[in-house]
């Protein structure tokens, strides 16, 4: 089992004991098995399944790594969360876990919006309680908001940044604590950008986004701001979704498409284009075919996948990052040029 790295590595985000860019997928040695993996805008953390034990590597300035200190990690360093990990999550510059043998949601870093939910603004160093009122069942961050979806009571609980009304509770206020969001019914798919949030009600098969909205990437068919969940039309049940920077992409089950809208001036959105979409557009007008058998198995974490899919990775992550990539792949496989092309070209 190997957890493989490339990319942009300044502050040693990687995790090779370096801090050169590398153009081709490295082994980093995490000691095991890697059962979650969550990447930031310069640092990364993953769960080893086999030892227990949450490891995190690269800037800290603030204190996002989880080790009590604000010094830069080129290797994975192990974090005391108090348990086994069973969601992680990434902002721009903070973290948060949820350890399920004691129910509790531990976030830490950067903390000048709130993101934290702890009432304050003081960037945190170690792992800190977040009282959200019950069991998480769903976790996303974004760059400096944070949202939890609470399963027990079935509510959706966003807090930080609320400038371009991310959090959607209907104001501008920034939020300290968790503060309740309402979405109108259970949530199946969570997921955040930079400044924009979508969730997927299950008991009316609804996707409902809010927040910036200047490219688009929304999709409601507007480039307006907006403050609650606003329904998005994609043409279906959604089964995956995730949100890039400024971007969104849905895999609504009902047709096998995929869609994507908003920010496209890379070429993002896969539709042949550098056009901005502000409604939900197939990539490259095709229907994509069922995933392929195992092997290989493809496994996708929401909230962390914003480019190409390889089939050879087991997780991949590359959201509210500054440029680098990472996946676990399964065991004996170091082929790297497997790693360069789409799922469904």
Known sequence: ALLKCWGYNNYG????????????????????????????????????????????????????????????????????????????????????????????????????????????????????????????????????????????????????????????????????????????GPVGLLALGYSHTCAYVTNGTLLKCWGYNNYGQLGDGTTTDRNTPTTINVGGAVGLLTLGYSHTCAYVTDGALLKCWGYNNYGQLGDGTYTNRISPTSFRGLALPPPPPSPPDVTLIPATISHNVPTTITFVGNALTDGKTCAFLPAGDDTQERLLYPLHP
């Not at 969550?38 to 300035?61: E, M, P, Q, R």
């Open 13 to 184: 985000q990687l995790g090779d004991g370096t801090t050169t860019t590398i153009t081709t997928p490295t082994t980093i040695d995490v000691g095991g098995a890697v059962g979650l993996l969550a990447l930031g805008y310069s640092h990364t953390c993953a769960y080893v399944t086999n030892s227990a034990l949450l490891k995190c590597w690269g800037d800290n300035g603030y204190g996002q790594l989880g080790d009590g200190t604000s010094t830069n990690r080129n290797t994975p360093t192990m974090i005391d969360v108090g348990g086994a990990v069973g969601l992680l999550a990434l902002g721009y510059y903070h973290t948060c876990a949820y350890v399920t043998n004691s129910a509790l949601l531990k976030c830490w870093g950067f903390n000048g919006n709130g993101q934290l939910g702890d009432g304050t603004t003081s960037a945190r160093t170690t792992p800190t309680t977040i009282d959200v009122g019950g069991a998480v069942g769903l976790l996303a961050l974004g760059s400096s908001h944070t949202c939890a979806y609470v399963t027990n009571s079935t509510l959706l609980n966003c807090w930080g940044n609320n400038y371009y009304g991310q959090l959607g509770d209907g104001t501008s206020s920034v939020r300290y604590t968790p503060n309740t969001i309402d979405v109108g």
